[in-house]
């Protein structure tokens, strides 16, 4: 069984840029979700991917947009990028059962610094 | 609204002492509890979860956390801290919306001391 796999591993870009960042899901699996982690904070929830349909999206501006494609794997766009956007931004894949139970699987993250 | 309070950002413990990390919770609705830990420029890993079936629920490593409604909490516990333990350790609720996104909270530090 193959884990959550996200690329790349760390990226640095200057502010205004725009950024892609993706991510497999585990087999199997056919939700994606986003979330960023700024140092020192716990994860914060940017949306949620289900059967290529945004299924929630949190507290994040517009210029944070995403994709899922059919084979499941997902896609996070941060356009005008800011310096606060610097974060681990962590990719979780689920399969949902129709209670809120469902276990999210982390893959290990994309580093961004934007400077 | 769901979210989670973890209480101490940073705990230490000796090689072979208990670990407790504590989380509290506020909920609407029944709670789904998670405990997550992430190693240092990792993901996170699931420890445990509850979901209303044992309110004393066993995880990987030899953790455990209890559900403690009148408490409102779900403290995470190990009777035998070992070196491996050393990590970062989030409490999360699940908001039980169509998305089921977790809250998290911020994060305990864990040290382990030879």
């Known amino acids: 069984e193959t884990g959550v796999t996200q690329s790349p591993t760390h990226l640095i870009k200057t502010r205004g840029q725009q950024v892609t960042l993706r991510c497999s899901s585990q087999?199997?699996?056919?939700?994606v979700s986003w979330y960023q982690q700024a140092l020192g904070q716990g994860p914060q929830f940017i949306f949620q991917y289900y059967r290529e349909e945004e299924n929630g999206r949190g507290n994040f501006p517009p210029r944070f947009s995403g994709l899922q494609f059919p084979n499941y794997s997902s896609e996070l766009n941060v356009n005008a990028l800011e310096l606060d956007d610097s974060a681990l931004y962590l990719c979780a894949s689920s399969q949902p059962s129709g209670s809120g139970s469902d276990t999210q699987y982390f893959g290990p993250g994309t580093r961004l610094t934007v400077l | 609204a769901q979210s989670v309070t973890q209480l101490g950002s940073h705990v230490s413990v000796s090689e072979g002492a208990l670990v407790l990390l504590r989380c509290n919770y506020s909920s609407s609705v029944p709670p789904y509890l998670f405990w997550y830990v992430q190693y240092p420029n990792q993901g996170l890993q699931l420890l445990l979860k509850?979901?209303?079936?044992?309110?004393l629920v066993k995880g990987i490593n030899g953790f455990e956390a209890e559900f403690k409604k009148s408490e409102t909490s779900f403290h995470l516990t190990k009777p035998s801290a070992h070196m491996s333990d050393a990590a970062e350790y989030f409490c999360a609720v699940s908001d039980q919306t169509g998305a089921n996104n977790l809250f998290f909270g911020t994060g305990t530090r864990l040290t382990v001391i030879p």
């Open positions: 509850y979901t209303s079936a044992a309110t």
């Open positions: 087999s199997g699996h056919n939700t």
